[in-house]
């Protein structure tokens, strides 16, 4: 990277999230709440800032006090906020966040006509393209609005300038008018990208025909698990991603590549609140493989991002910074 360029920017949702600050009160109970930026493709941003990189962050917000409060969000953490698109009229996204370790925490997004799914394609030819190294893509972005063709035009100029395309699966369910679409646009998008990010449930929700049961907030059928793996091995190749990188929660990530399959364990901790983590993991992801770490030491630091994440009350205040992780890291190498 030059003095002018950037290492990456993200493209898709933006949102003021208010995490309760009443650790384990029932939703109706909770009293006060706590405010920062979110929106997964934001959050990566603000992650991968954390971290080390010059991340642009391609999204956009109303011209509201809550827009106002996202840039300047935004430019505290070190990320460029040049190319963040004002829509007249819109309103800024908002996500209300209850904590309810170690596995319950309700979500309410308000979307119903976000300023953010209005970026157009004249927004992304803004971008700086000659200055920049990678491009990291939200699968809730292609779901709805113009932001869906400004999606596809950045990986589609990406792709052609040689960058890296990451895409993060970022499952939303609510936000597809049919389920069927979400997999139906992602097929068609995955041969653009040189690395896929999601859960198990989001690649099934990707692959399979009738994704009923995860778009309906269920686990993966215990009878498709087997053909899943078949399934997500069989995109990368000719004309697919060179990597895929399925998440399985505490258990850590395995890292799919042409002929190739590497397990890498994750790491035990006490959970406060697991929204964000995944977003956490893709930073640390991202990062590494932009600075140059091998596959297996890129995973566990992206596993230990995640680690660190869901011990720490927040999303995006709670991403780690890069003396955080190797801290974290060296003193679980010891014996």
């Known amino acids: 990277m030059t003095d002018s ?15 309760s600050r009443d650790i384990g009160a029932p939703f109706e109970e909770i009293t006060a709440f706590d405010a920062m930026v979110g929106g997964s493709p934001t959050n990566i941003a603000i992650g991968t800032a954390r971290l080390g990189l010059r991340s642009v962050a391609f999204t956009a917000v109303g011209d509201d006090r809550v827009g106002d409060f996202v840039l300047r969000y935004l430019r505290d953490e070190g990320v460029e906020t040049a190319f963040v698109a004002r ?57 709805r609005g113009t932001c869906a063709d400004a999606a596809r035009f950045a990986a589609s100029t990406a792709r052609r300038l040689g960058l890296t395309v990451f895409l993060d699966l970022d499952l939303r369910p609510v936000e597809w008018a049919d389920p069927l679409d979400y997999g139906r646009i992602l097929r068609d998008v995955m041969p653009l ?43 990368i190749g000719d004309g697919g991603p060179g990597t895929i990188a399925l998440k399985r929660g505490g258990d850590g990530v395995s890292l799919l590549g042409a002929g190739s399959r590497l397990d890498v364990a994750g790491f035990p901790v006490e959970i406060v609140n697991t929204v964000g983590a995944g977003d956490a993991f893709a930073s640390g992801l991202i990062w590494s493989r932009l600075n140059g770490a091998e596959w297996e030491e890129a995973a566990r630091f992206a596993n230990a991002c995640g680690a660190i994440e869901v011990t720490r009350h927040g999303c995006a205040s709670a991403f780690p910074t890069r003396h955080e992780v190797e801290t974290f890291l060296e003193a679980r190498s010891r014996p």
Request: charged letters at 25%; zero cysteines.
């Open 5 to 19: 360029g950037y290492d990456l920017v993200t493209v898709g949702r933006a949102n003021m999230d208010l995490y």
């Open 87 to 143: 829509k007249p009229g819109k309103l800024t996204s908002l996500a209300i966040l209850g904590v309810q370790p170690p596995d319950h925490f309700p979500l309410s997004f308000y979307r119903e006509d976000p300023a953010d799914i209005h970026l157009t394609i004249a927004d992304a030819e803004a971008l700086p393209w000659d200055r920049l190294r990678a491009v990291q893509l939200s699968g809730n972005a292609f779901s």
């Open 193 to 235: 990208v040189d690395v896929v990010i999601g859960t198990e449930e989001e690649f099934y929700a990707a692959l399979f025909e009738d994704p009923g049961p995860v778009m309906n907030g269920g686990p993966v059928p215990d009878d498709d698990r087997v053909d899943l793996d078949r399934r997500v091995t069989a995109l």
